[in-house]
Structure formats: C-alpha cells, structure tokens
C-alpha cells in the first residue's frame, strides 16, 4: 500500500541557507512563490523547480565558503541536502521505495533511463575516450549496480553509445573528427582520418 505524506518541501529548501550567503550576497533570483497551493499538491511545478533551483545552488558552494565550514557543519549541510532532495523527490511522485536514504537521488527505473539515455547522447554526439570518460562511467555504473543491479543485467551502455556515435556520424558522411574519439579506432581509423 503507498505511503502519503505531506512535506513541507519549500521550507525544508529555505532551511538549506543557513550555511551563509553566496558570493554577490543573499540567495540567487528565484522566480517568486505563487500566493495560492492545492492541497494535493502542496509546492506545484513552479515551487518544485524553484526548489531545485535552491537544493542546486546550495549544494555547491564556492571555495572559500567550503573552507570556512567545520566537519560537523559539513555533515550537517550534507544532511540537510538529503533531506531536502528526499522532500523534493517525493513531491515529484517518486515512491518512497525508489529513494535513496543517503543522498536522497531517485533511484527508479525512470531515473536509471535518464542517466543512461544521457549517457548514451554524451557519447553519440562527442564519441568515447578511455582516458575522458570511462572513470566517470565506471562511478555512474557502480552507483546503479550497488543500488538497483537488475537495471544493468544485459545492458551495456558504452556499447549502446558507440553503436548510436557510429551511426549517427555514418549518416552525415564522415567521423566525428574529434582527436580524442576512440570509437573509429575499430574501423582502422582515426577520427581525423575518418573526416579526410
């Protein structure tokens, strides 16, 4: 049986500025709060963007602001970030089930289909290479295997984004010509000698 609850998303987003001010002063221009909510939905589509809008901007600091914080505000603001992305995934209609408790990242079968379709564009259209992109792969995927592995079971992302790059540069005519592709090496080519 679904679980309801009600939060209080904007409020616990607001909460996420005690940590001090950006650079420039105060919260960034946000698009104001309409006056009115329904009581299904308590933040609507402009509050939760502007809730993600917050959680991004809090979520990352600058340098010396980072520098100023002792451990346990660091623990704290990482907390309170969680909190506030669960509050927030759960506005978006993600199940309880589908969250992540620690980071509060939606973990379900449409976010996995996110990740990996932006996974397979990057690739299309920029090509692939070992030393660029796959430690930044290898996290995304061991991310996904250690929380939801049957996602993975028969789905090879880097292969899917190769085949769709091979395609893609095939129907215009030419490689891709950047120099750092590795994905015409397999034609005996490189990029640059695929576009000449």
């Known amino acids: 049986m679904p679980t309801q609850l009600e939060l209080p998303v904007v409020d616990v987003v607001r909460d996420l500025f005690d940590y001090g001010t950006r650079q420039g002063g105060g ?14 939905h ?6 939760r963007n502007t809730a993600a809008a917050r959680l991004r901007a809090a979520a990352l600091p600058d340098s010396e602001e980072r520098a100023k914080l002792t451990p346990a505000q660091i623990v704290d603001r990482r907390t309170s970030l969680a909190d506030a992305q669960i509050a927030l995934s759960v506005a978006r209609g993600v199940s309880l089930d589908d969250i992540d408790p620690f980071s509060g990242y939606s973990m ?11 996974w397979v564009s ?8 070992d030393d660029y992109d796959q430690q930044p792969l290898d996290e995304t995927l061991a991310w996904w295997a250690e929380r939801r592995p049957q996602y993975l079971d028969g789905d090879d992302w880097l292969t ?9 540069w095939k129907g215009i005519g030419h490689g891709c010509g950047a120099p750092y592709c590795d994905v015409h090496s397999d034609d005996g080519l490189t ?4 576009v000449e």
């Open 108 to 118: 379900s079968r449409r976010a996995y289909g996110a990740v990996r379709h932006s």
């Open 122 to 129: 990057l690739i299309k259209f920029h090509g692939f290479n």
């Open 160 to 168: 899917a984004g190769m085949a769709a790059h091979r395609e893609y």
């Open 42 to 47: 308590p933040s609507g589509r402009a509050l």
């Open 27 to 40: 919260a960034p221009d946000l698009p104001a709060q309409p006056s009115h909510r329904s009581a299904a």
């Open 191 to 194: 990029s640059k000698e695929a």
